[in-house]
């Protein structure tokens, strides 16, 4: 049985701990109400037991399963529910009318790194951080307008379900990070970017290091999405483990 979700969440916090997809379902929760359109959270229960947590922002699905998870109804369910994505374990397979699906590793670091330089660290603005996200755009990276980013990332902000760093040189910011999410115990990070002019400088892995250190300080399991052949290198010699395999599945209308 799927049922939605409108205000007791504690049914669901347990699948939402020590667990990538847990944690970006937990910190959308945090950031947007149910009481707004755009989005909804329902819970699978069977035997009497919650198995599955599913998330909705727009037509963006964010699946959090188990291997107790009855993936025939949630494959009816997303069928039905005006799903043009969705995001979760690699090692599910819903039965879905797919036009594609992207994989990759999931990332894990759960100790602190040593440093061995010193970069100026501070918290950019939204606009700064777009501008620096919008320099490495490309055919495989594509940057969403600044109005919806900027509306989205100082939403998350304000509720404190994401957070930003940035390195300057000269008074400028050349490289940022950010959380894409996180819960009470867990952090997934994203959006590392480096303006072309300012690479191999150590900033991408100077900032990864250093925010890695302010969440594990607090008690959080940081995670990252790798795409399957990109960046295998840079992760290896931070020494990220691997956690498990993320999935996004794009489907037909």
Not at 15 to 27: A, D, E, M, Q, V
Not at 49 to 71: D, G, H, M, P, Y
Not at 155 to 183: P, Q, Y
């Amino acid at each position: 049985m799927i049922s939605l979700i409108e205000d007791n969440f504690q049914t669901i916090m347990p699948l939402c701990n020590n667990n990538p997809f847990g944690c970006r379902i937990y910190s959308l929760i945090k950031t947007y109400s149910p009481q707004l359109s755009f989005v909804d959270y329902w819970v699978q229960i069977v035997d009497e037991k919650a198995v599955s947590v599913i998330a909705r922002l727009e037509t963006v699905f964010i699946l959090r399963l188990t291997k107790n998870s009855n993936i025939e109804e949630i494959s009816s369910f997303l069928r039905v529910s005006g799903a043009t994505s969705i995001i979760c374990d690699g090692k599910y397979y819903p039965d879905l009318p797919l036009l594609s699906r992207k994989e990759g590793l999931i990332l894990q670091r759960i100790s602190p790194f040593v440093f061995d330089c010193d970069y100026d660290v501070d918290i950019p603005t939204v606009k700064e951080v777009y501008d620096i996200i919008s320099s490495c755009a490309s055919k495989e990276f594509n940057v969403p307008p600044y109005e919806s980013f900027m509306l989205d990332v100082s939403h998350k902000l304000n509720n404190k379900s994401i957070r930003i760093i940035g390195t300057k040189d000269n008074c400028v910011f050349k490289a940022c990070i950010m959380t894409l999410a996180e819960s009470t115990d867990s952090a997934v990070l994203g959006a590392l970017a480096t303006i072309p002019t300012a690479r191999n400088k150590g900033y991408g892995s100077y900032l990864i290091k250093y925010l890695c250190n302010q969440l594990i300080a607090e008690n959080k399991t940081v995670y990252l999405h790798r795409a399957m052949n990109e960046n295998i290198e840079f992760y290896n010699k931070l020494g990220f483990v691997n956690y498990g395999m993320w999935a996004e599945y794009t489907i037909k209308e």
